[in-house]
Structures are given as C-alpha cells and as structure tokens.
C-alpha cells in the first residue's frame, strides 16, 4: 500500500496562491490506472475533492475550483504539487492528497491544515 505525506505552508495570506506537496512512497506515481487526488475538508463541513492528476499526467478538476486549481507532478521525486491560486478565507481547510484507482482509494495522506489570513 502506498503511502503519502502533505507538505506546505500552514498560513497562507489572501489572494496569494496555495502551494502543497504531496510526497508518495512505496509506489510510483506513473503506476498504471492511479490518479493521484487532492481533497480538502473546511472546518465543519465535509470533504471538498479538489482533483487529480493520473498516471500518465492527465489532470481533471472540480468545476466548482477549476478555474483556481493547478495539479503538477514530478516523476523524478515520486510526488505531486496543487496550487491553488487567489485564496480567501473560505480555502480554509484540512488539505489532504489520496491515491486511487477506478474502483478503490488506495492510500491517504495525513492532512494538512491550511489557513488563509492575513
């Protein structure tokens, strides 16, 4: 089973762009029929997926965050970055990066919180 950890700023000011990082182990992230997401959960609601980024490098956004959301990888470091670009206090969440195939999750990371103030 693949394992995963989040890295990144815990505050970030608004209208600046939210970086995060995902660093995955005990697979690779160009495995075949994996897609590599990010969800995100703000504090009492529930979760929020963001959107991934597949083995072979395709990448599929949430309609809703799509026009804010970047998904990038690097296959040489085995890991994968979201950026979320003109963030407001309502970006305010637990940022967490998964693993999955067509028909399971497959591995999550930890979580991260993630604070948009100034």
């Known amino acids: 089973q693949v394992q995963l950890q989040e890295s990144g700023p815990g505050l970030v000011k608004p209208s600046q762009t939210l970086s995060l990082t995902c660093a995955v182990s005990?697979?690779?992230?160009?495995?075949?029929?994996?897609?590599w997401s990010w969800i995100r959960q703000p504090p009492g609601k529930g979760l929020e997926w963001i959107g991934y980024?597949?083995?072979?490098?395709?990448?599929y956004y949430s309609p809703s965050l799509k026009s804010r959301t970047s998904i990038s990888r690097d296959t040489s470091k085995n890991q994968f970055t979201l950026q979320l670009s003109s963030v407001t206090p309502d970006d305010t969440a637990v940022y967490s990066c998964?693993?999955?195939?067509?028909?399971?999750?497959?591995?999550w990371g930890p979580g991260t919180q993630v604070t948009v103030s100034s």
């Open positions: 980024i597949s083995y072979s490098g395709s990448t």
């Open positions: 998964a693993a999955q195939t067509s028909t399971s999750w497959t591995g």
């Open positions: 005990g697979g690779s992230i160009t495995t075949t029929y994996y897609y």
